[in-house]
Structures are given as structure tokens and as C-alpha cells.
Nanobody, 131 residues
Framework: EVRIVESGGGLVQAGGSLRLSCVVSGFTFDDYAIGWFRQAPGKEREGVSC????????YYGDSVKGRFTISSDSAKITAYLEMNSLQAEDTAVYSC????????????????????????WGKGTLVTVSS
């Protein structure tokens, strides 16, 4: 059984930083992507960032480019999201998810709402940014 557990959420002042962690267990695929997604109250789920296991290529949503950085430890199937210069608009539940990638899949066009091509989801961690 695949299990995804997020941690690192909390309350931070505007301009501050947080680091989220995502641990994936029970996952035996070699070619995959791990992504971070967020959903604020009353809003649709938004793709924040994603990283591929094969080549380490990354995706960032426009609203977080230059502020957030995704990284991963393939040996542990763990992903991290370093969030800097946080703003009130970043307040949301951040969920980690994993996707099994077909051989030869390139680019990020498949990363589309509502499920963003993800196969497994964690329960999420709340990030609250106070202004």
C-alpha cells in the first residue's frame, strides 16, 4: 500500500520561510514524479511544484516561481519544498502526491487539474501565513 505523509506546515509571518517534507512509502516504481499542490478555502486546487525521478526536471507554478524550491531524495522517495518570501496568498493546505510516469513521457503538459495526473495523495499539511 502506498502511503504519503507530509510534514512541516505551520504558522509563519509574511516574508518568512517554511520547509515541507513528503515521505512516500510502499512505492516500488522507478519512473515517477512527486508534486506539491495546494488548496486555499474556496479556491480550486493549484499545482505548486513537481519533480521527476528520472532526470530531476522540475515544474513550478507561476505564483511560486523564484520563491519556492523543490528537491528530492530518490533513495528515500522523499521530496521537500523550500518556501521563501511567503505571502498571505500562500496560505493553504499543501498536499504531496506521486504519479507513476509512462516510459518516454516528456514535459509537463500532463500536469492538469483537478488530479494533475497524480496516482497517490497525502492528506496534506496546513500552511498559514500571517500578514
Amino acid at each position: 500500500e502506498v502511503r504519503i505523509v507530509e510534514s512541516g506546515g505551520g504558522l509563519v509571518q509574511a516574508g518568512g520561510s517554511l520547509r515541507l517534507s513528503c515521505v512516500v512509502s510502499g512505492f516500488t516504481f522507478d519512473d515517477y514524479a512527486i508534486g506539491w499542490f495546494r488548496q486555499a478555502p474556496g479556491k480550486e486546487r493549484e499545482g505548486v511544484s513537481c519533480i521527476k525521478s528520472r532526470d530531476g526536471s522540475t515544474y513550478y507554478g507561476d505564483s511560486v516561481k523564484g520563491r519556492f524550491t523543490i528537491s528530492s531524495d530518490s533513495a528515500k522517495i522523499t521530496a521537500y519544498l523550500e518556501m521563501n518570501s511567503l505571502q498571505a496568498e500562500d496560505t493553504a493546505v499543501y498536499s504531496c502526491a506521486a504519479a507513476v510516469l509512462p516510459h518516454g513521457l516528456t514535459g509537463w503538459d500532463w500536469l492538469r487539474p483537478p488530479k494533475y495526473g497524480m496516482d497517490f495523495w497525502g492528506k496534506g499539511t496546513l500552511v498559514t501565513v500571517s500578514s
